[in-house]
């Protein structure tokens, strides 16, 4: 099983970017995950800035429950990916299934984060976009997806997501095999081109007497 590991700010396109690579495989086989999903339960109460949860920390993630999963998936497995609730900020008691499958993306910002999961993924992206591109994509992300205000957002930004990037985030840029700036098309493509060589090779390896 080959799998990618799309790292980058909040507001960077790593969504997006993962789906243009899964167009361009055109192949179902391949799956995403998104790191978003493994927020823990509940916002951890020692890890607040005045006051308000900091989901912008790398200890705001489940890494037990991911690095799980990631590995049942890198051995052909299927696993239950929770579906987390971005307006009451809370993981629902719903899940997913995920697997088996040929090539898995993980997307999230802070994907290249944990050196185990880093030593998982056979391809690593960083997407570097300025910040105030980022920014604007958050705004209208939050107050249409999410329900946010746009002083909360702003509140947000300036107390955890804009600090917690330079200091925990933009570092993680150094592990990245890979890094891609706001146009993506052509990344896509070629990374695109990447994972149907991967499946190729699978299929050629299934196929061939041992």
Not at 39 to 68: C, I, M, Q, V
Not at 163 to 181: C, K, N, S
């Amino acid at each position: 099983m080959f799998l990618i590991g799309i790292a980058g700010g909040s507001g960077s396109g790593k969504t997006t970017f993962a789906k243009k690579i899964i167009q361009n495989s055109a192949d179902p086989s391949v799956a995403l995950l998104h790191q978003d999903s493994y927020y823990l339960p509940s916002p951890p109460p020692d890890l607040k800035t005045h006051g308000e949860p900091n989901f912008d920390h790398p200890d705001a993630f489940d890494w037990a429950l991911l690095r799980s999963h990631l590995a049942q998936l890198k051995a052909g497995g299927q696993v239950s990916v929770p579906i987390y609730d971005y307006r009451s900020n809370q993981r629902t008691k719903e899940t997913e299934r995920v697997g088996p499958c040929k090539v898995i993306l993980l997307e999230g910002i802070f994907t290249l984060w944990d050196a185990e999961l880093r030593d998982l993924f056979d391809l690593k992206v960083f997407l570097h976009v300025d910040s105030d591109i980022r920014f604007i994509r958050r705004l209208h992300r939050d107050v249409k997806e999410r329900g946010r205000t746009l002083d909360g957002i702003i509140r947000q930004y300036y107390d955890t997501v804009r600090p917690m990037h330079h200091e925990f985030l933009e570092p993680t840029r150094q592990y990245a095999d890979i890094a891609v700036g706001e146009e993506t098309d052509v990344a896509a493509e070629v990374i695109a081109a990447r994972v149907r060589h991967a499946m190729t090779a699978e299929r050629k390896s299934r196929t061939e007497p041992t």
